[in-house]
């Protein structure tokens, strides 16, 4: 009898509006799960769209790409024979939904609306979605004729569902359901679900990692059975860091981990567990037992496959694992510097530019600059030579009437300065400074790009409007924008006996 299944859960840098990105990174961890032997794949929420699309969201366009996507995941071969759920934004009766779409084979088995939606913070998810507030019901859900010519399926079942396999029982936590006090994990393990999948799209905040390891380290150790938590990675286009960490917990241990903060785009890991563990643990605890004989069923959609198979008895399973947290410091030092590299490479720009005082904001950002330097060079192993460059763009006669015909149309005060002199001003410091003279590229200067201007202006700053105009706050990205002086005081400590020691070492 098989009893052992191999599952996997996927960390993913996803963007929003990237569908063709976005689909070729699902494409790659589906792959990478299969090459792993895992028959069970599960990714992060919205990964098919992006989690950021904000009001993009209102768009048509972002549901109908989504199904793009969608019919391009089902006809591809490289998800076959494999069960596998996407995130993605799904219309059903002209209300929109954030959803877990599952599928198999060319077929489409449930479409799982999320049930709580995330408010707090810098999330806003009802603007956008509505929750599906039916408990355990579901409707028939008419799927566009670009996944009917492909699957011949003209409606599929959603709503609040289980899938039964075989040999087990899949059901979905959509992120903030396992954050709520009446989680979705409860009536699902009771009603004998073991397998319980959660894609997220949970962003950085310092101190914060270990509380989404207690979330799913008690969402098992209470009800027993295994919780797949896959999360987003990276910048997405937005001001926050979503931060990875997808993990494989079975009977209140981690058994299974991603990395927090990573330069990879697609970073999938498995889990081997044994299902006659969860039931002999769910066994033991006798109270839940009672409770889960009373327990109201779910629906279920049946599927004749299974996640193990006969051949399993030597397969080892996943032990527990111990989970090393990062301090402030070093989050401080990782998680910025990710999200500054995320940010560059998407602008397309050539670096960053950075006012430096020497304080400790302007510092930290350098170092936190230095950080990204850091990573990158270890990440492909030899460096690119970091270079300066300087663009500077001066208006045209055209444009400089056009300039002062739009100022009178509009009624503004309005100046024309002349700063040719200013120009040549900074140039002739910059090639003193650098010995080097700034052409376009055009004219034989280096790579495209310019350089991002970067602001160090700490939170206490922004919260109190305490800043130098067109100082640090005039700039294009803020790495330290979230960050206290008091955790920034520490980092700096810490970077100073981290770098100073490598850089005695290196020289
Ligand atoms: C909107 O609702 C109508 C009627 O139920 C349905 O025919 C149509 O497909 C819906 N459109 C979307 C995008 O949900
Ligand atoms: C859909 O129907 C066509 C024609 O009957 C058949 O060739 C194809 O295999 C079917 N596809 C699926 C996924 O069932
Ligand atoms: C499910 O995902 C949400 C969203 O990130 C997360 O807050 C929650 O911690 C997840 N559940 C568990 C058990 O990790």
């Known amino acids: ?31 990478e799960a299969k090459e792993m032997g895992a028959l069970y794949r599960t990714g992060p929420e919205l990964e098919i769209s992006g989690y950021s699309c904000e009001d993009h969201f209102y768009e048509p366009d972002t549901f109908l790409h989504s199904w793009q996507v969608l019919a391009e995941l089902l006809k591809s071969s490289t998800c076959k024979d494999i069960l596998v759920d996407v995130g993605m934004p799904v219309q059903h009766r002209n209300v929109s939904y954030n959803c877990r779409v599952a599928f198999l084979n060319k077929k489409i088995l449930l479409i799982r609306p999320k049930m709580m ?13 509505s929750c599906w507030t039916k408990e355990r019901q579901i409707e028939d859900f008419f799927l566009p004729r670009i996944i009917t010519s492909i699957t011949n399926q003209s ?3 959603i709503g609040d569902a289980v899938i039964s396999t075989k040999d087990t029982c899949i059901g979905f936590e959509i992120c903030e359901e396992l954050w709520n006090p009446k989680s979705r994990h409860i009536p699902l393990s009771l009603d004998g679900v073991e397998i319980i999948s959660n894609g997220s799209g949970s962003y950085m ?5 270990y509380v989404t390891v207690d979330l799913v380290k008690s969402a098992t150790f209470k009800s027993g059975g295994a919780y797949l938590f896959s999360n987003l990675r990276g910048c997405d286009g937005q001001r926050i860091y979503f931060n990875g960490c997808s993990c494989v917990a079975v009977n209140g241990e981690i058994v299974s981990r991603g990395l927090q903060f990573a ?5 999938v890991v498995t889990a081997t567990i044994d299902l006659e563990e969860i039931r002999a643990y769910r066994a033991m605890i006798r109270s839940r037992c009672h409770l889960a004989a009373s327990n109201q069923p779910f629906p279920r959609i049946t599927v004749d496959f299974a996640l193990s198979d006969d051949q399993d008895m030597f397969l080892p399973v996943s032990t527990p694992i111990e989970w090393k947290y990062l301090t402030p410091e070093e989050e401080i030092e990782l998680g910025p510097a990710c999200w500054l590299w995320d940010y560059l490479r998407r602008s397309g720009q050539g670096g960053f530019f950075l ?3 020497g304080g400790v904001d302007s510092t930290s950002t350098a170092c936190i600059v230095y950080s990204m330097c850091t990573q990158i060079c270890e990440a492909v192993q030899k460096g690119d030579p970091v270079s300066v460059r300087l663009h500077s763009v001066r208006s045209h006669g055209a444009l400089q009437q056009i300039a002062c015909h739009l100022a009178s149309e509009i009624g503004s005060y309005h100046f024309s300065i002349v700063i040719d002199s200013a120009v040549s001003a900074v140039i002739g410091i910059f090639t003193t400074a650098t010995s080097l003279v700034p052409k376009f590229r055009g004219k034989g200067g280096w790579r495209p790009g310019g350089l991002l201007v970067l602001g160090s202006s700490n939170v206490d700053e922004a919260l109190r409007g305490y800043l130098t105009k067109y100082d640090c706050s005039s700039a294009d990205v803020n790495p330290i924008g979230g960050i206290s002086k008091t955790d920034l005081k520490s980092f700096l400590q810490y970077a100073k006996s981290r770098y100073y020691k490598r850089h005695q070492r290196l020289n």
């Open 155 to 157: 409606t599929v079942p």
């Open 205 to 209: 905040e310092l101190r914060k990692a």
């Open 1 to 31: 009898m098989g009893r052992k299944v191999i599952v996997a859960v996927c960390t993913l840098n996803q963007w929003a509006l990237d569908f063709e990105g976005n689909l070729n990174r699902i494409l790659q961890s589906v792959q």
């Open 117 to 129: 939606l995330c408010e707090d913070g810098n999330y806003r998810e009802s603007r956008w979605f």
């Open 263 to 267: 330069l990879h785009d697609v970073e």
């Open 355 to 357: 006012p430096l005082s």
